[in-house]
Each structure stands twice: as C-alpha cells, then as structure tokens.
C-alpha cells in the first residue's frame, strides 16, 4: 500500500531547544523517502518517530548551514550500520562538496551501503523516477541553497460509469490501462473513453531564503509545501537581514502559489509561543495549516 506522508524530526532554527531537534523531515512518496535536512540528533529522532535508514533513499540537502546537515555523519553511518541495500542518493549545492565530504567521512567506519553522490550543479531537473521528478530552484540565502519540488506525472482516472457502459471490468480494465485500447464485442475503446485526466499530485520543500521568484515557482501549486517561518512579522528586518521568511510571508506564498497544505517549521528560540506562527500565517492563507511539531506525521493531501 503506498503511503505519501511527512514525519518530522526536527524544527528548530540555528539551535535545538528542549522541545525542538535540529531540522530533519522525511518525505514518504510512495517507494522513495526523501531525507531532507538531517541537523544534529537526527539520527536518534529517526528512532524515535519509528523511522528505518531502510526508508531513506534520497538525501537531500539545502545548503550547508549547521542546523541543516551535522546529522549527516549519523545518518550516513547508520546506512552502513543497517546494511541497507538499495543505493542512496544525495543531492546537495555543488559548491559544498568539500563539506559533504567531511561530512560523509567525519569518522571511521566500515562502510557498506552505496551512497551515490549527485550534487546540484544548476537549477532544473534533478532527478526521475517512478515518483515523477525532483527538481531544484536557487533561494535567496547567505549560502548557495536549493529549495525542492517533487512533481507526479498526470495521469488518468478510471470512471466506473463509463466502464460500465461499455462492459468492462476486473482484469480488463489494467489491460485498458496498460494498452491503451481494449477490443470489446469488436469495437476498438480506447483509455480516453471511460477516464478522465487526474492532475499529478506536487509536493515542495523550501528552507532558508528571502522572498524571490523562486519560492513562488517550488510552491506552485503544491498539494504540500514545507516551508520555513523563522520570524514573525515583528521582526520582519531580523528576516532581510539573516535571509529568512517570516510566518506571514510564508502564509501569503501560500495564498498566491493555490498551497492545499501549509507545514511551517524552522522555528527560532527567541518565541516562547509557536501558535503566533499559525495565526500570523492564517491570516494571509485560508487553507489548512500545520504547525509542525517534532515527531509529528503528516499526510499528504488525498487527491481532489
């Protein structure tokens, strides 16, 4: 049974605090799992959330700030430690390869599983798979960093009304689907006939940056979209300065970019209250919000 979910493993901005881990999400997608952002302490809330290095087969990095990838040691470690099979890809800012190296080789370890570097030489394209594609954009930070977009390929829905008017059911409707046509009482119907076009579903993960085009375009139309909200609207020029989004900012991205689930993160320790978060954002986007919390699942909408 496939599962489309974010488990979150960590919030906070710059440095954990009693309640929040260093930032850490995996994006469940069917087969892939997609690790973004292992900060420190990832690997331990990894076993907290029920979350196996056999999950992980994308890592994905923004940029190489601490709070964004001092868990990538653990991480890579314990590949080898659980012995997974499967390759592993990372993707991250090119011009940081020197840290992922030290990253990946921070100390001694027998290493076993296949980590295949990928790093991020200009926006665009990324990756594809069955998932669809994985594409980067260039942010607005005081580092090279890359935001995330996973795009589903269009595809089709079955009607059953329309299967039925015509007599087709079980084993010949995945006949249908994978021909294109089916011969019945020998009329040629083809797929366009008895379905109707279903959008791909889109998901996009944006961390440190000011508001530039590039937000806009990872966040459009996203049936999820995980972004950060470090400041609230009071320090909007704490933002511009250390590059980042405020909470209302982060709202009204959503609101133009046609957002169905907004996931605020990235939080800094200076605010004891993280609703304000939510209610400086609700009141720039009408649609579900979600404060993320540590260890907290959180579904990717079902298909309209």
């Known amino acids: 049974m496939s599962v489309r979910e974010l488990v979150v493993l960590g919030t906070a901005s710059q440095a954990p605090t ?3 881990n260093h930032n850490g999400y995996l994006l469940r997608w069917d087969g892939e799992g997609l690790l973004f952002d292992p900060g420190e302490g990832t690997q331990r809330q990894m076993l907290q959330a029920g979350v196996s290095a056999n ?3 994308r890592l994905c990095l923004t940029h ?8 990538v040691p653990g991480v890579v470690q314990r590949l080898s430690l659980d012995r997974v099979a499967h390759p592993v890809r990372a993707h991250y800012p090119a011009s940081g390869r020197h840290f992922f190296e030290r990253l990946r080789h921070a100390s001694a370890f027998h290493e076993i599983a296949e980590l295949c570097e ?3 030489e200009r926006e665009g394209w990324i990756a594809a798979g069955t998932f669809g594609e994985l594409r980067a954009r260039r942010l607005d930070h005081r580092v090279e960093t890359f935001g995330y977009r996973l795009v589903e390929p269009d595809g089709r829905r079955m009607v059953p009304e329309l299967l039925d008017r015509f007599g087709i059911s079980g084993p010949r409707v995945g006949l249908l689907q994978r021909n294109g046509t089916l011969d019945v009482d020998g009329r ?3 797929l366009g006939e008895v379905s109707e076009p279903r959008r791909g579903q889109r998901a996009a993960f944006i961390m440190d940056t000011r508001l530039c085009d590039a937000v806009h375009e990872l966040a459009d139309g996203a049936d999820l979209l995980v972004i950060e909200a470090t400041f609230l609207a009071e320090d909007g020029s704490l933002a511009d300065e250390y590059a980042h989004l405020t909470a209302a900012q982060a709202g009204r991205v959503a609101a133009e970019c046609g957002v169905r689930k907004l996931v605020l993160t990235h939080f800094s320790q200076r ?3 993280p609703e304000r978060f939510r209610d400086e954002a609700a009141e720039q986007f009408g649609g579900e919000i979600v404060l993320a919390e540590d260890l907290m699942r959180v579904p990717v909408p079902t298909r309209r």
């Open 118 to 120: 990928e790093p991020i």
């Open 188 to 190: 040629t119907v083809g």
């Open 55 to 57: 999950d992980i087969t």
């Open 64 to 71: 190489f700030h601490g709070d964004h990838c001092l868990g």
């Open 271 to 273: 605010y004891p209250h």
């Open 18 to 20: 009693r309640r929040r």
